[in-house]
Every structure is written in C-alpha cells, then in structure tokens.
C-alpha cells in the first residue's frame, strides 16, 4: 500500500521522532501551525476516525495518552494545548493514515469550525 505515513514508520521517508512505542510514532509536522506541532499516529495502518472500530480503537486511548505525555514534556501541559484529527474533506484531511495533531505553544484560535 503506497501510504506516507507508514512510509516514514519504516524510516523509507525521514522524519524528526519525538516519541515512538510499539503502538505509536509520533513526530514534527513537516508545516508547523503551532510552536510545538506533533502528529501521532498508531503503526497499523487505518485510514481515518472513519475506520475505527471497537476491535481496533485501544490504540486511540493509548494515543491519547502519549499526547498528554509529550504535552508534559514540551512543556505546553500548564498552558494548554489541542489534540485534534481531521476526518474527510470537509475537515481536510490530507493525509489517509489517522493521525492525531498536538499542537501548543501559543494562544491557539478557538473557531471550531
Ligand atoms: P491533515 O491535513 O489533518 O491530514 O494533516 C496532515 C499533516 O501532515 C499536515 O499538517 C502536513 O503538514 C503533515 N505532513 C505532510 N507530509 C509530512 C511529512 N513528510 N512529514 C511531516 N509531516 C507531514
Ligand atoms: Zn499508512
């Protein structure tokens, strides 16, 4: 499956890791929106929210998990931060690996739509 996303999971594109388990990878967006702007995604391939399902949503929860950790890490627990995913064109998702997006380090705009 040709997929970007688990394309740098396997390294084959480069990435700047900041956190990586067996359930997750997590690294700088290429297009930074926010001082500190993380995607998390999980290993096993799933294109979207869309295809979660009770058998393989854990991941989400550990997913998470991880954002609060790494918000601790770098800093942006205390002020705040956001941990978003798009679904589908009408939120822009352009990228069909799911993704979660942290993103901190400033004031962020509260529109959410
Ligand atoms: P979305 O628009 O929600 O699908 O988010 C996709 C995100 O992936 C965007 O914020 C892009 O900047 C980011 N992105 C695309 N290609 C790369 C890459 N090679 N490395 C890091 N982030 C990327
Ligand atoms: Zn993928």
């Known amino acids: 499956m040709d997929c970007l996303f688990c394309s740098i999971i396997k390294g084959d594109i480069p990435s700047t890791k900041v956190y990586e388990d067996d ?9 930074p929106m926010a001082p500190v702007h993380v995607l998390i995604i999980p ?16 991941v ?14 770098l800093g942006i627990a205390e002020d705040g931060y956001r941990v978003v995913s798009n679904c ?9 690996h799911l993704h979660f997006h942290l993103l901190g380090g400033k004031k962020l705009k509260v529109e959410m739509c």
């Open 60 to 73: 989400t929860g550990h997913i998470l998990a991880v954002a609060a950790k790494l918000a601790k890490e």
């Open 43 to 58: 290993k096993q391939h799933i294109s979207s929210v869309n295809d979660i399902t009770e058998e393989n949503c854990a």
């Open 23 to 31: 359930q997750v990878y997590a690294f700088k967006d290429i297009n």
């Open 88 to 96: 589908g064109p009408n939120a822009g998702q352009t990228v069909f």
